[in-house]
């Protein structure tokens, strides 16, 4: 068995990440200015978008965006209920009624057809989920929602390096982006909302800040306006430069960084095609670059005959961790209860929340660990 402990996921951090932000910490300008500037500057080259605004989460992005575009009682946004609770939750405090498509079984996200016959004359968004580090077919979404004149933004929290028909995911349009610490980069906390919509955007930078007419750092002067105005009621979901400087380190090794995981992916696969209890997701059949945020695997119950969870806590016995993207959220409590949601609503989404789990992926790891990871597995299911 292994000795130490692998965790399902780990942010890679270098001694010189560490010194770049004691350097921040010295300079006397801890919150938001420079490095956020070069943060924003470095990512809109990285993606190819137009514009960018950091934020402290994306989470706070899509509540912003939810706002700006006035979504509120009496509306209807669709998305996916694979995905984590925030932005379902963001659409229900908004007032507005969350609307949940099935996903591809084996790709794990929404499709054009299954969109398709949600949409209503109160569907106001349409918000896509990459997923695991793939792309949605973006094409096919797009074309269905200007049909009705429905905006799209992209739910691009798992896709920095992930790229659809060779175009990096929100080079074009509006995408939210994250760098919590299991996501491919991180800034400790913190999220990029990129669009080409530039009066959006520009709405985006005052809500993030109080409302106020000029961002929390002007890049002009260098400094915040002492004559700025509050031009509507904002809110306070700025970056620090603490976070800030990470993220531009830890951006110029995304390249690395997802080939590590391309390559652990690999090998995973490799070592797994002889146990029939797991079963892989697929990659999409569309030409995308997948970034590899996460190594999903589903428990085929039956074959198995142990539980998801119990699976699981064997995993962690053997020093092995392990995550679990996504419990439906249709199908947790509050939804269940307060919206009438329930079984049977989306047969491929239930299926897959029942025996999903993210096995460890992260650039420190290498092929030993892998083995280590399968080993336990094979360990487990033997001794059932």
């Known amino acids: 068995m292994r000795k130490d402990f692998l965790p399902f996921s780990r942010p890679s951090i270098t001694e010189d ?23 924003e500057k470095k990512f809109c080259e990285y993606v190819g978008c137009p ?4 934020l402290a989460s994306a989470t706070a992005g899509m509540h912003l965006l939810l706002k700006a575009l006035g979504i509120g009682p009496g509306d209807e946004v669709i998305t996916a209920s694979m995905t984590w609770v925030s932005t379902v939750n963001l659409i229900v405090l908004a007032g507005a009624k969350p609307v949940f498509a099935d996903i591809d079984r084996d790709t794990l996200m929404i499709t054009p057809a299954t969109i398709a016959p949600l949409i209503t004359p109160r569907t106001k968004l349409i918000i896509p989920v990459h997923f695991a580090g793939a792309p949605v077919d973006l094409d096919g979404i797009l074309s269905l929602a200007s049909k009705h004149n429905i905006p799209v933004v992209q739910d691009a929290a798992h896709a920095i390096g992930t790229f659809y028909k060779g175009v990096h995911v929100g080079r074009s349009g509006t995408a939210i982006f994250s760098f919590h610490p299991i996501k491919n980069i991180t800034t400790g906390e913190g999220g990029m909302f990129c669009s080409d919509d530039s009066a959006l955007l520009d709405r985006i930078r005052r809500l993030k800040f109080h409302g106020l007419g000029v961002d929390a750092f002007d890049r002009k002067m260098q400094g915040r306006s002492p004559q700025a105005q509050v031009l509507e009621p904002g809110f306070k979901y700025n970056l620090t430069d603490i976070a800030a400087v990470l993220g531009v380190r ?49 428990l085929d119950i039956d074959k198995a005959r142990i539980s998801r969870f119990d699976f699981m806590a064997a995993l962690k016995e053997r020093n092995i961790g392990s995550g679990l993207h996504f419990m ?34 992260f650039p420190d790891m290498n092929e030993n660990d892998v083995a280590d990871v399968v080993d336990a597995i094979r360990d487990v299911l033997v001794r059932k």
Request: aromatic share 8%; charged share 20%; proline share 7%.
């Open 328 to 361: 439906a959220a249709h199908l947790q409590k509050y939804y269940v209860d307060q919206m009438g949601c329930g079984r049977g609503m989306l047969p491929n989404t239930e299926w897959n929340s029942d025996r999903i789990l993210s096995l460890p992926l």
């Open 51 to 54: 514009a960018a605004a950091s």
């Open 250 to 298: 830890q951006l110029a090794r995304v390249d690395e960084f997802n080939r590590k995981r391309d390559g652990l992916t690999v090998r995973y696969r490799e070592l797994l095609a002889g146990i029939p209890e797991l079963m892989p997701l697929s990659d999409p059949p569309y030409p995308c670059k997948h970034a590899r945020h996460l190594f999903i695997v589903r």
């Open 17 to 39: 990440d560490i010194a770049a932000v004691a350097n921040v910490l010295r300079s006397g300008w801890i919150t938001t200015g420079p490095q956020n500037a070069e943060f």
